[in-house]
């Protein structure tokens, strides 16, 4: 039967010698992958060295952040690992954790707001604006090379088409001064 800690609903997971894991719920040997799958799905759970009983947890979340690390989903920017690793052995270490894990449960909580607001924000603001106005001027060059326009009979073969008429200079300028300040935005929000 399925064994957990005192119905907490913790799953326990025995770590061998072998570097094998055992998840004791399932009865069957797992991967680090099975075990970020969980916490992905939140379902929480305890590592113990097999021989030892020793928990070793942070060991093996830390082994699976590495893992993904490497694959190539860095998520931990350099500057901010620096600056981790720079507080070790400082007299603010002992605040540090208590400090990051509040700063992921408050960016938890507001994670879908943040994901409502950016959807919204290429529905109904500037990004929709600029898109409205990028297809304006798309069709408006597309038409230029049309012989003729919708509702007007086409010109003979013998006449030059109609030039289409040229994006205003201040159009130009307004997409410009946007996409800058869009491209501000965008930054700001990888800082």
């Given amino acids: 039967m399925a064994k957990s800690s005192g119905g ?3 799953v326990i997971i025995k770590k061998y010698a072998n570097r094998r894991l055992y998840n ?3 009865s069957s040997y797992i991967t680090l992958d099975h075990l ?3 916490t992905r799905e939140g379902r929480d759970f305890k590592v113990i060295d097999a021989k030892s009983e020793e928990d070793i ?9 590495m893992e993904e690390e490497n694959r190539g989903q860095t998520m931990l920017p350099v500057n901010f690992l620096r600056q981790l690793i720079s507080m070790y052995g400082d007299s603010m270490q002992s605040m540090v954790p208590q400090y990051l ?3 992921m449960d408050a960016f938890r909580r507001n994670q879908t707001q943040f994901r409502q607001a ?3 924000a290429f529905s ?4 929709a604006e600029i898109a409205k106005r990028n297809m304006d001027m798309f069709e408006a060059a597309a038409s230029a090379f049309k012989p003729g326009r919708p509702g007007e009979k086409a010109a003979p073969p013998s006449a030059a088409p109609t030039p289409a008429p040229a994006p205003r200079d201040d159009d130009v300028a307004a997409l410009k001064a946007q996409l800058a300040g869009l491209q501000a935005q965008i930054d700001k929000l990888n800082k």
């Fill in 101 to 103: 894990e509040a700063s």
């Fill in 118 to 120: 950016m959807e919204g």
């Fill in 36 to 38: 970020a799958q969980m």
């Fill in 8 to 10: 907490s609903g913790t």
């Fill in 24 to 26: 004791t719920e399932t």
């Fill in 57 to 65: 947890t942070h060991n093996v979340l830390t082994q699976i952040i």
């Fill in 124 to 127: 109904g603001g500037p990004f």
